[in-house]
């Protein structure tokens, strides 16, 4: 199982990126792909998830109304659309994977996912 992310780097206060999660060694139906960030000194916190049929999806309160998380079958990928970006949205981000488990069973419960990409870092300055 592999996951890894790209898109990271550096923008301006009120800017956009889009991160991209490429998942290899499984099968990319029924699961629950997330992503996450962790700031300096903080604790890591859940983003946005989605089922990977594309049929639900979840944010946090933080970034609701201004990322968006899709995924494409077809080549086994998973996207974090932010926008609106502020500095307070600093953070290496990670892929992550609940294999064969839904997302409304992982919620933000860290132990629900197995794999974790590498991270990938995003700071708004």
């Known amino acids: 199982v592999q996951l890894v992310e790209s898109g990271g780097g550096l923008v301006q206060p009120g800017g956009s990126l889009r991160l991209s999660c490429h998942a290899s060694?499984?099968?990319?139906?029924?699961?629950?792909m997330a992503w996450f960030r962790q700031a300096p000194g903080k604790e890591r916190e859940g983003v946005a998830r989605i089922t990977s049929a594309g049929d639900s999806s979840y944010y946090s309160t933080s970034v609701k109304g201004r990322f968006t998380i899709s995924q494409d079958n077809a080549k086994n990928t998973v996207y974090l659309q932010m926008s609106s970006l502020k500095p307070e949205d600093t953070a290496t981000y990670y892929c992550?994977?609940?294999?064969?488990?839904?997302?409304?069973?992982?919620?933000?419960?860290?132990?629900?996912?197995?794999?974790w990409g590498q991270g990938t870092q995003v700071t708004v300055s």
């Open positions: 060694g499984f099968p990319f139906s029924t699961n629950c």
């Open positions: 992550a994977a609940a294999i064969g488990v839904h997302c409304i069973l992982t919620t933000w419960y860290i132990p629900s996912y197995k794999h």
